[in-house]
């Protein structure tokens, strides 16, 4: 069993509702067979603004460690997901968007064209997903074999088993 990881799952988009965020219910159930512990779920507009404000008040909350994103990582002029999640975290980390771009790209040459980003703000990790439930599940399966060290890391344990 993983650690009890306590996420936000937050859907970018100006067209989704709650009832038709197939991508967010993805995230979520992924987020859930994990192990996190989903203590909210957003659909936050692609302006830029509203987004990136979310994203801040998000990471001083302090029963946040990770903040997974779904949507708005595309080439749309709408699509402000990694310019918002830059405008708010302290230091990026690349290999977990580096390695997501890499085994997807295996599966569909589109995914070059993902644009997320990771990164790291108030010991919060925020991930970058796709907008499709296909690109959630698979970018997801990528990450999910370090998500539970890395949230261990933010939180000071700094220990490595061999």
Sequence with gaps: MQSN?????VTVSD???ADDDLSGRTLAELL???GAEIVDRLIVSDDFDDLRQT???LTERPDVEL???TGGTGFAARDNTPEATRAVIEKEAPGLAEAMRRETSRITPLA???RGVCGIRNGTLIVNLPGSPKGVRECFEVVRPVLDHAVKLLRGDTRHDE
Excluded: H
């Design 112 to 114: 070059m064209l993902s």
């Design 67 to 69: 903040i997974v994103t």
């Design 55 to 57: 994203l801040y008040v």
């Design 32 to 34: 859930e067979q994990f």
């Design 15 to 17: 067209t989704r509702r």
């Design 5 to 9: 990881i306590k996420a936000v799952a």
